[in-house]
């Protein structure tokens, strides 16, 4: 005799058992199908937001070594050296590191104060050309090759900014012009163009003072 699954009840409350309802497979594949076309249509906002967020960190980063630079020479009575690493990496010629020294007025070799920042290769770099006077103007817009690791193997040069005790720094341009620009690799334009990336950070730098300040779109 078989039981009527109505007549079956709980022995603690007495009542009858709870049934449970469950998705079609059909109704799956349908809410599957709407979750993947939001995911579609928020993906492009998402990436130009975290491609957005890296180049903010990576130029604030930058602007507390520099800000860090005018005060250690300043406490610690000695030039303080910005160098700035330029190589190519994935197929992009930019500056892409950086580093600070103890510089040796006398003419012996600076002193490295920290390791080389990555400025992230391949999502940030620092323009070369228009968009950047400051590093045409430094040391006449000539590079100089390194010669250590691991920025020899790369066949790196760099650019000089330097920090003196009573302030002053080595940019001899007006402060208009005393700025450099960061974006992503592949949104710079064509030489000559004038025009800028759709996102971009600039650090402008007194040329007196050695204070930075930065500029976003």
Do not use: W
Request: contains cysteine.
């Amino acid at each position: 005799m078989k039981t009527d699954p109505s007549d079956v009840t709980d022995p603690v409350n007495g009542r009858p058992p709870a049934t449970c309802s469950a998705f079609t497979l059909v109704e799956l594949i349908v809410v599957l199908a709407v979750i993947s076309m939001l995911l579609a249509f928020a993906a492009p906002s998402l990436a130009r937001v975290i491609a957005a967020n890296r180049l903010t960190a990576a130029g604030e980063g930058l602007l507390f070594k520099i800000s860090l630079a005018q005060q250690v020479s300043v406490t610690e009575s000695r030039p303080v050296e910005l160098r700035l690493y330029s190589y190519t990496a994935d197929g992009e010629a930019g500056f892409h590191a950086y580093q600070l020294f103890f510089l040796n007025e006398s003419g012996g070799a600076a002193t490295a104060m920290e390791n080389p920042t990555y400025l992230g290769e391949g999502s940030v770099m620092i323009a070369k050309g228009g968009l950047s006077p400051l590093l045409d103007a430094l040391n006449g817009g000539k590079e100089t090759v390194v010669d250590v690791e691991p920025f020899k193997t790369l066949g790196a040069k760099y650019q000089s900014l330097v920090f003196y005790p009573n302030g002053s720094t080595n940019i001899h341009l007006p402060l208009r012009s005393a700025y450099i620009t960061m974006a992503q690799p592949g949104s710079f334009p064509a030489a000559g163009a004038n025009s800028t990336p759709d996102n971009y950070y600039t650090l402008q730098i007194d040329p007196v003072t050695g204070r930075g300040r930065s500029y976003r779109p």
